[in-house]
Nanobody
Framework: QVQLVESGGGLVQAGGSLRLSCAAS????????MGWFRQAPGKEREFVSA????????RYADSVKGRFTISRDNAKNVVYLQMNSLKPEDTAVYYC????????????????WGQGTQVTVSS
């Protein structure tokens, strides 16, 4: 099991940027594929982005493609989500997740989850 702690959320105006971080501990970070998901009030948790164990492959939801960038630093045990050109519809709690399946886009492929960080985008 790997422990995950997200940070970097906050309140930002539409068009602004935020960078989320997810710090991992407990197991060998580079063995895990990582994903970011989000959940807005009253909605199901949805896939945002994923990155392979090495960081060489990435995947994005269509809704964030071209605006968000996922990356990881295996030496620091951290995965990032750079979010640019934010929109009010990006408002949600953002979760990072770890699992064995590369670039998985569904929550049940990730056994380990952080507690989430709130992102609020005002119009």
């Amino acid at each position: 099991q790997v422990q995950l702690v997200e940070s970097g959320g906050g309140l930002v105006q539409a068009g602004g940027s935020l960078r989320l971080s997810c710090a991992a501990s407990g197991r060998t970070f580079s063995n895990y594929a990582m994903g970011w998901f989000r959940q807005a009030p009253g909605k199901e948790r949805e896939f945002v982005s994923a990155i392979s164990q090495s960081g060489g492959r990435t995947r994005y939801a269509d809704s964030v493609k071209g605006r968000f960038t996922i990356s990881r630093d295996n030496a620091k045990n951290v995965v990032y989500l750079q979010m640019n050109s934010l929109k009010p519809e990006d408002t949600a709690v953002y979760y990072c997740a770890a699992g064995p399946y590369e670039l998985a886009g569904v929550p049940d492929r990730y056994p380990d989850w952080g507690q989430g960080t709130q992102v609020t985008v005002s119009s």
